[in-house]
């Protein structure tokens, strides 16, 4: 029989009758994992959550947790912001990123930077090698030139506005949606200039793992790489996982990489030393 959700006594029972019922996309509460590096307790989790193709998901991260990000299915395309929670007008930023390090490519042992000269998070863990600071993620009209449809309602969600979504459960509103990374599908500049794409699809379960060295805001778009040169609409789901962890020690390898990340450190513990 199907149920007449016109009638608001069965629509409520009905909702009702979904608990517990899983999805292949959707948050764990309470967060639940059962593959955590060794070390790290289920007390210590904070957040497990598969991301569809074509969503997005927010969270604020104190600091020291980790971020394990996961391609589930080889296609994912992780488009990145981050906040410092506490005074969100400080946030990633890609120039800087990659001036500062004079390296334009993020992998292990790499920083991202906010405005104000110091690390939002670093990379501390990557078996992808595949990321991009070049190019931003998709919006409206280029996401309607391609597919021909891109509202954040229809079948082909284009990332910023996947971005503003997860900002706004913040309080921030679109101006305040700045410039991204993209993680697991990657560019190259080439001698002439030109951007070749790297987009695979990969194999599946490649990671990432950030960790957070001040109090973020992370917001998290899963939708195709602007410069994919597919016609259909191509990304598979995105698996986040956060957890509790201890503030990076002065003998870090991230810490110490470089004389300018070490700066950027050093700017963060002044920071939480007032």
């Not at 600071?133 to 280029?142: E, I, L, V």
């Not at 599908?185 to 960790?211: A, C, H, N």
Request: aromatic residues 6%.
């Amino acid at each position: 029989m199907t149920t007449n959700l016109a009638d608001p006594m069965a629509a409520r029972d009905h909702a009702r009758a979904m608990a517990g019922t899983r999805a292949d996309a959707m948050p764990v509460l309470p967060p639940v994992a059962d593959d955590l590096p060794d070390g790290v307790s289920a007390d210590d989790l904070v957040w497990e959550e598969v991301i569809a193709a074509g969503g997005y998901a927010t969270r604020r991260l104190s600091r020291g947790s980790r971020l394990r990000l996961i391609d589930l299915e080889g296609d994912a395309c992780a488009s990145l912001l981050i906040y410092n929670a506490d005074m969100p007008t400080e946030r990633l930023n890609v120039a800087d990123t990659v001036k500062v390090q004079w390296n334009a490519y993020l992998g292990e042992n790499k920083l991202l930077l906010s405005d104000m000269g110091r690390v939002l998070m670093s990379i501390v863990h990557d078996d992808a090698g595949t990321h991009d600071t070049f190019c931003g993620t998709s919006n409206a009209a280029t996401n309607t030139a391609k597919y021909g449809e891109g509202r954040n309602s229809g079948a082909f969600p284009n990332g910023r506005d996947r971005l503003l979504l997860g900002s706004a459960k913040h309080g921030l509103q679109r101006r305040d949606v700045h410039p991204c990374v993209n993680l697991f599908k990657g560019t190259r500049i080439e001698k002439d200039g030109t951007i070749t794409p790297q987009i695979g699809p990969f194999d599946p379960g490649r990671s990432v793992i950030l960790r957070a060295e001040m109090d973020v805001i992370v917001v998290i778009a899963n939708c195709p790489h602007v410069m994919d040169p597919r016609g259909d609409y191509a990304v598979t789901r995105l698996r986040a996982t956060a957890w509790r962890g201890p503030v990076t020690p002065e003998d870090d390898a991230a810490r110490n990489a470089s004389p300018e990340g070490l700066r950027a450190f050093e700017n963060v513990e002044d920071y939480y030393r007032r």
